[in-house]
């Protein structure tokens, strides 16, 4: 069983920076993809960033430039800096993990970001 533990999320004003962590443990396997989904109220769930484990990054648009996604192998742990922050990027953030030959991820508990002034 694998089980993925978020953390980092907070209050921040415009333009400021977070980093989200996400540690995984159990039996993780490779090749894999961890990334990030995130919901705001009232929208649907949409992918924000993910890195597999061999390397290839893929973000959204409206998050290019600004958030960078990177893993520590040795600690199954995934992070996203999250630079510029804008009240549009104010959503709860959930971690997944999920193997290369799956369709089925893993998620995480989800951690609150909120963008205000």
């Known amino acids: 069983q694998v089980r993925l533990v978020e953390s980092g999320g907070a209050l921040v004003q415009p333009g400021g920076s977070l980093r989200l962590s996400c540690a995984a443990s159990?039996?993780?396997?490779?090749?894999?993809?961890m990334g990030w989904y995130r919901q705001a109220p009232g929208k649907q769930r949409e992918l924000v960033a993910s890195l597999t484990s061999g390397g290839w990054p893929n973000y959204a648009d409206s998050v290019k430039g600004r958030f960078t996604m990177s893993r520590d192998s040795a600690k199954n742990t995934g992070y996203l800096q999250m630079n510029n922050l804008k009240p549009a990027d104010t959503a709860v953030y959930y971690c997944f993990l999920r193997w290369a030959w799956s369709s089925s991820p893993y998620w995480g508990q989800g951690t609150q970001v909120t963008v205000s002034s």
């Open positions: 159990g039996d993780i396997f490779s090749p894999n993809t």
